[in-house]
């Protein structure tokens, strides 16, 4: 089992640029998760989809964070325009039902 | 709301020590429990999980933990530790309505663990 695919590993972007992080989820999980972890604010959940539908996005800091799951096997989380302030590491999870959940290797984001 | 505490930002031990990483936890209802743990530009992996019957509950590595229901805590274990256990721990609480079901996490410990 590959476990969660997460990419790209790293991202170092300017201000006011776009940016897309993507997530597989491992085959047959249900649900799947993005969280963003920060040194000041610790592991934070973003949003989380249920059958490719999203359940909870009261996480999203702004709208310029949006997140879609256009399949079961692929989600993407995007910034657009990206702040300095969004740095931080951000993973993606999935599980079977509400059961465990199995974490990605995380994304290091940088914004310049 | 519920929510994790973990009082211990830092813990030291020496290697071949036993070792305790303590968490707290506030739920509605039954908890749903877990540690997990993250090594250094690495993803958050699952130790081991409560959800019902036996109080030690034993994971990975050689770590266990036990659910106290009257003092509402699921402190981590191990009997002996490694400098390999060195990373940081999570400990995770889900309720089982609403908005509850979703993980919830504490602010983490680091273990460092002294040859």
């Known amino acids: 089992d590959a476990g969660v695919i997460q990419s790209p590993r790293h991202e170092v972007t300017e201000m006011g640029q776009e940016v897309t992080l993507r997530c597989k989820p491992i085959s047959g999980h249900d649900y799947l998760f993005w969280y963003r972890q920060t040194m000041m604010r610790g592991l934070e959940l973003l949003i989380y989809f249920n059958n490719n539908v999203p359940i909870d996005d009261s996480g999203m800091p702004e709208d310029r964070f949006s997140a879609k799951m256009p399949n079961a096997s692929f989600s993407t989380l995007k910034i657009q325009p990206s702040e300095p302030r969004d740095s931080a590491v951000y993973f993606c999870?999935?599980?079977?039902?509400?059961?465990?959940?199995?974490f990605g290797p995380g994304t290091r984001l940088l914004v310049l | 709301a519920q929510s994790v505490a973990q009082p211990e930002d830092q813990v030291n031990v020496a290697e071949g020590n036993p070792l305790t990483v303590k968490c707290t936890y506030s739920v509605s209802g039954n908890p749903y429990l877990f540690w997990y743990v993250q090594y250094p530009n690495r993803g958050l992996q699952f130790l081991l999980k409560?959800?019902?019957?036996?109080?030690l509950v034993k994971g990975s590595y050689g770590f266990e933990a036990e659910f106290n229901k009257s003092q509402t805590s699921f402190h981590l274990k191990k009997p002996s530790a490694l400098v390999s256990d060195s990373a940081l721990y999570f400990c995770?609480?889900?309720?089982?309505?609403?908005?509850?079901?979703?993980?919830?996490f504490g602010s983490g410990t680091q273990l460092t663990v002294l040859p």
């Open positions: 409560y959800i019902t019957g036996d109080n």
């Open positions: 999870a999935s599980s079977s039902g509400l059961g465990t959940q199995y």
């Open positions: 995770a609480v889900r309720g089982i309505s609403g908005s509850a079901r979703q993980l919830t």
